[in-house]
């Protein structure tokens, strides 16, 4: 049977694509199984890169090289500085009798100027937990690396250009760094705002000559929007405001689960002993009410219209009331 030829090929050019491995089907039968590579895969002109090879199975076959000097091990690696586009190449033949085989080609970039890099968001402003769609592409670049996302790269795939799907439930900067005759990054901020949250409320201000009784009374109402769910008792956050000067952080999975899907918090927060409940009355509509007794709330202004901000996990609204207050 004639014997049949091979080759593995490694280019060092200066195009900008690097190291990327593409490996042609190989025969079923095939006996000889030849892997060829270079580290790092993008280099400076005149720095070095490590030529890899391992050679199985190679059943009485011969194989030679070019550009390089092989040693003749079935395993090993070998030392290259080159200053411009270069091709080494493995060629390995088999011996009569063996089919198989297969051609293996690594490219390595040699730049003569940095890497560039673009990298864009086609959503820069979303509703928390919503998609927005990352995309990149550098040039005179080996491997790109993403900050707060995976540009997933491998091996087989530097990942010098693609896309990603992030889905941030707080506002989040993305960058991507990309490397070969130096570095490149670029960033982009996807901002998440929460969900508008129509808002509606009464406030108590009760101001005492002892501060440590001064206390406010809140009684508010929303309604989700279709298909908006809560549930403060796991994992739902809830923080109130008051004016401009008072704000309670409830604990996350602070509040108890009650009757017909209601939720209570009873507890001291920052000094101040704290009563609240979510109430449903139906339709998406909740009551939430809110008091509280401590010499914290004595920073709370008695204007003659405050703020207040109720935030329910994704969703957030402001309301301005005139508070009533109450001097006891």
Do not use: H
Request: overall charge negative.
């Amino acid at each position: 049977m004639q014997s049949q030829n091979y080759k593995s090929r490694i280019t060092l050019s200066a195009a900008g694509l690097c190291a990327a491995l593409m490996m042609a089907a190989p025969d079923p039968a095939a006996a000889q199984s030849v892997t060829f590579s270079a580290s790092p895969s993008c280099i400076a002109p005149g720095k070095s890169s490590t030529l890899s090879w391992q050679i199985t199975n190679l059943d009485g076959g011969t194989c030679s090289t070019e550009g390089f000097n092989w040693s003749g091990d079935l395993t090993g690696t070998a030392t290259v500085s080159p200053t411009f586009t270069t091709t080494y190449e493995f060629t390995c033949v088999e011996p009569p009798g063996v089919s198989g085989g297969g051609n293996w080609v690594t490219t390595v970039s040699v730049p003569t100027v940095p890497p560039t890099v673009s990298l864009s968001a086609n959503q820069t402003s979303i509703a928390p937990g919503m998609p927005s769609t990352l995309t990149w592409s550098a040039e005179n670049a080996a491997t790109c690396a993403g900050t707060n996302f995976d540009t997933g790269g491998t091996p087989d795939n530097t990942a010098t250009s693609g896309s990603a799907t992030v889905t941030p439930t707080a506002t989040t900067t993305y960058t991507v760094t990309c490397a070969c005759n130096g570095t490149a990054s670029q960033s982009v901020t996807v901002a998440v705002t929460a969900i508008p949250l129509k808002l509606s409320a009464t406030l108590q201000l009760g101001e005492s000559k002892n501060a440590a009784q001064d206390g406010f009374a809140l009684e508010s109402s929303f309604t989700l929007p279709s298909g908006g769910t809560i549930n403060p008792s796991a994992g739902t956050t809830v923080t109130l405001s008051i004016g401009s000067t008072y704000t309670v952080a409830f604990p996350a999975n602070s509040f108890k689960a009650g009757p017909a899907g209601s939720y209570y918090f009873d507890g001291s927060i920052g000094g101040v002993q704290l009563a609240a409940a979510f109430v449903p009355t139906g339709q998406q509509r909740y009551i939430f009410t809110a008091g509280g007794l401590g010499a914290s709330l004595s920073t709370i202004p008695t204007n003659q219209q405050d703020s207040v901000t109720l935030t329910v996990g994704n969703y957030s609204g402001t309301v301005t009331v005139k508070p009533l207050i109450i001097n006891y």
